[in-house]
């Protein structure tokens, strides 16, 4: 890759932050990290993927794939390298591995948490078992592996309300995530659908900033605004939105917008920063929300991962957990077909 081919790629990305504009002298500088992972990846039987918040120049220049956390783990299931480098959170990378146990999965970046994956353990959905003994467990994506294996059924920010209405249990417990719990309490109200939700008090830090003061000040300054949210997202944002999505449904959404349409994109702003890209004809406006967790991920420790795989951070699972993970990942296909 030249530094010119680099450049035409990035430097439609204007969120309005200075870690994402782009000078062609930023460009050269990136350019040789760039150049080696993409020769080192090649030697050491290794594909990246790269979650739609990181960085543009890690999805622009090294990513294999990009997307939610939900299709990379379905791209993971795919790829012929011996090696899975996700550039991402330590739960996406488990679920990788938790549906790809022969392949060696690396997260490259120092913070691994995440504010709502690590707001619950498996011990706290055992002790809630205990408590609920009569309702279906329901965990988001975003949990870690032994969540996961506590609970029935996962579901995806896109897939969710299909499979709690169709979950033939009327009492479900929805965890972690509590603003995206009473989306899910309020669409079934919607529907007609009478479940018993109970909600755990997890949430996404980046997603609860988000107010729907911000939505009113920007739609009395662009009349033709289209607002468009993550269900992470608090109710009171998610009924004042043109459109709530997981990350993939409101990429299609915005594919389907016309030319010039100006779009408030309420999620974290490395998902903004890939639609400046694709649609350098929209106006993107709005204020940038960043994940510290995801933008800890640099083209530098993706190539020290790389360079020096023995010191990176390798996904270890126990068997017996991976398996009762996978059963309730399992469960989420039934459910979703």
Known sequence: MTAEELYNRLKSVKPGAALCTYT???VE????????????KKQQDTVILAHSYCAPEILLGVADFTGDSFKLSKDATTVQQKTILFSAVRFMGETAKILNPQKDVIIPGPLTGCSLADSITGKDVEELRKQNPDYTFVCYINTTADVKAACDVCVTSGNVMHIVETIPSDKI????????GQNIIDEMKRRGVKKDIKLYNGCCYVHENYD????QFFRSQNPNLKVISHPECNPSVAMLSDYVGSTGQMVSYINQQPKDSCILLL???????????????????????????????????????????????????????????????????????
């Open 24 to 26: 062609m002298e930023k």
């Open 29 to 40: 500088k990136m350019l040789p990290l760039i150049n080696e992972i993409n020769e080192l």
């Open 173 to 180: 417990f929805f965890v972690p995530d509590a603003l995206m």
């Open 212 to 215: 729907p003061d911000l939505i």
């Open 267 to 337: 999620t974290e702003c490395g998902l903004n920063a890939r639609m400046h890209y694709e649609h350098p004809d929209m106006n993107f406006i709005g204020s940038c929300c960043m994940c510290k967790y995801m933008k800890s991920n640099s083209l530098e420790n993706i190539l020290e991962a790389l360079r020096h795989p023995e010191k990176a951070e390798h996904i270890t699972l126990d068997e017996g957990v991976r398996v009762k993970a996978k059963k309730c990942i399992d469960a989420m296909f039934k459910y979703a077909e």
